[in-house]
Nanobody, 127 residues
Framework: QLQPVESGGGLVQIGGSLRLSCTTP?????????IGWFRRAPGKEREGVSC????????FYGDSVKGRFTVIRDKAKNMVYLQMNSLKPEDTGNYYC???????????????????WGQGTLVVVSS
């Protein structure tokens, strides 16, 4: 079974940057899967942040992160990154990498469509 694994979370100051990574243990690959990034802020429901198609086309960004976050797929390294810049306190939360088998260029941040989920990595943004 595919098991996404996130890393890269931590404590960062307001306006700072952080780069999250999503990969899989040996024997599996993310290259055939649509990858979504989701987050859950303290006391709130999980929400979509960004996603990228299995072939890297047509990435999507939620309005709250558009222009600040970038999702990148590196197939050679079996990695999907979420580059987060100009971080705000509202970006604080647990960030999850999720996957669903999809050969399309497009993606969608509907969490109900994703089959495989990572355990999450914590991002804390403060002054």
């Amino acid at each position: 079974q595919l098991q996404p694994v996130e890393s890269g979370g931590g404590l960062v100051q307001i306006g700072g940057s952080l780069r999250l990574s999503c990969t899989t243990p040996p024997g599996f690959t993310l290259n055939y899967y649509e990858i979504g990034w989701f987050r859950r802020a303290p006391g709130k429901e999980r929400e979509g942040v960004s996603c990228i198609g299995s072939n890297g086309g047509a990435p999507f960004y939620g309005d709250s992160v558009k222009g600040r976050f970038t999702v990148i797929r590196d197939k050679a390294k079996n990695m999907v990154y979420l580059q987060m810049n100009s971080l705000k306190p509202e970006d604080t939360g647990n960030y999850y990498c999720a996957a669903r088998y999809n050969e399309d260029y497009v993606c969608i941040t509907n969490q109900n469509l994703y089959d495989y989920w990572g355990q999450g990595t914590l991002v804390v943004v403060s002054s």
